[in-house]
């Protein structure tokens, strides 16, 4: 998958910008809040359908306006090109469109642009909450099944539905008749998620180890291991959830929530015998967050046929020299990759082809080389 062409107005610092990529490497160059992250984010909304930094859609809109606007072009690697338009105003309307033709919601773009997004953020990846590493798998699996995306975005629906009626349980102390059936409903795609994540991890967890030992050489293994928070067997299916909704019956009358189910899964993350979370270095767990999105990447790629756009905020200034080669050489034969840092030195190793960018409070300048070097 290639971006050609990005034309934003009205987002985030942003007043009116048209610009061209190169197909290899982008590198976006400025110092902090001129607006490097700002065209990310407005990349990534082409994938997501929504910005990695905010859900509350008013926020990237420019100050002063009543409303954003932003195209991409971009082509397959099969050589369809494609053409994405999405407004947003304040008042919460979207329109979003593809090649002209106008599309019911944002999440039906999901899946035409698929992108991986590194952030300093991803160290909690390895370090912080559960929630976090679920969002990981479910975003890998989304990327490449529908059916998955359809079987998450379900169970998300019901999970809520279910809780309103727990609390309802608790406010007037009578037990509604139709829990029951939205047990079951919950049980059974529930069930269906799980096996989705299992699919994919199966995916992620070779790739990640391979990956890790070519990072460090001759160092420790890295493993990735599913645990599913009902079912100590591991399969996580329906018969499994049912039964732990059952055990979990009558407390979760008395506190009005959901007390089992794949949201409240981990994904436990080893060097060795160590678990990363609670053993591993600074350094260790920013390097597996890399590992884990180069992961991502090539899983992506591999079961679309069809490569990721890749994205990375700020993250080569944070690696060591080594590291951010190795990074690179890695990205540079595969992917289409745009690239932020405050730093021109960060342009070691990045191809003669790649188009350079310096952007000063929301303005962008196409650059030479020459100009970078000056810096």
């Known amino acids: 998958m290639i971006v050609k062409s990005l034309d934003v107005s009205g987002f985030r610092n942003i007043e009116k910008v048209k610009l061209a ?35 509350h859609t008013d926020e990237v809109i420019r100050f002063g306006e009543e409303s954003a606007i932003l195209r991409l072009t971009g082509g397959s690697d099969a050589g369809v090109d494609f053409r994405i338009d999405i407004g947003l105003e304040r008042s919460g309307r979207i329109r979003v469109s593809v090649n002209g033709k106008r599309l019911g919601g944002m999440s039906e773009i999901i899946g035409i642009m698929p992108s991986v997004i590194f952030t300093p953020e991803d160290i909690m990846i390895a370090s912080g909450p559960p929630r976090g590493r679920r969002t990981y798998i479910d975003y890998t699996a989304a990327q490449v099944s529908p059916a998955f995306l359809g079987d998450l975005k379900s169970y998300r629906k019901i999970l809520k539905h279910r809780n309103a009626l727990l609390r309802s349980v608790v406010d007037t102390g009578r037990d509604r008749g139709e829990l029951g059936e939205w047990t079951e409903m919950l049980a059974g795609k529930g069930g269906s998620v799980v096996r989705g994540r299992l ?4 995916e992620l967890r070779e790739r990640a180890s391979m990956l890790f030992s ?85 899983t992506i790629m591999t079961r679309r046929a069809e490569r990721p756009v890749v994205l990375l905020d700020d993250i080569i200034s944070e690696l060591d020299m080594e ?32 188009s350079l960018f310096r952007v000063e409070a929301g303005r962008f300048t196409k650059m030479q080389w020459s100009d970078f070097h000056n810096l």
């Open 21 to 55: 990529f190169s197909d290899t490497f982008n590198f976006i160059s400025g110092r902090n809040a001129q607006g490097k992250t700002n065209i990310l984010e407005a990349v990534h909304f082409f994938s997501l359908g929504r910005s990695f930094r905010t859900r």
């Open 199 to 202: 699919e994919i991890m199966r």
């Open 323 to 354: 590291t951010a080669s190795r990074v690179k050489e890695l990205l540079s034969d595969k992917y289409q990759s745009f690239i932020t840092s405050p730093r021109a030195r960060d342009l070691e190793g990045i191809p003669e082809n790649a």
């Open 214 to 298: 070519e990072m460090l050489p001759g160092g420790e293994e890295l493993r990735l291991e599913y645990v599913c928070s009902y079912d100590a067997a591991g399969s996580g299916d329906a018969e499994a959830l049912g039964a732990a909704l059952e055990r979990v019956r009558e407390e979760e009358r008395r506190r009005g929530y959901t007390l089992a189910g794949p949201h409240y899964d981990d994904l436990k993350i080893y060097i060795g015998d160590n678990e990363l979370r609670k053993y591993g270095s600074q350094g260790r767990k920013r390097l597996v967050a890399i590992v884990l999105r180069l992961s991502q990447a090539a």
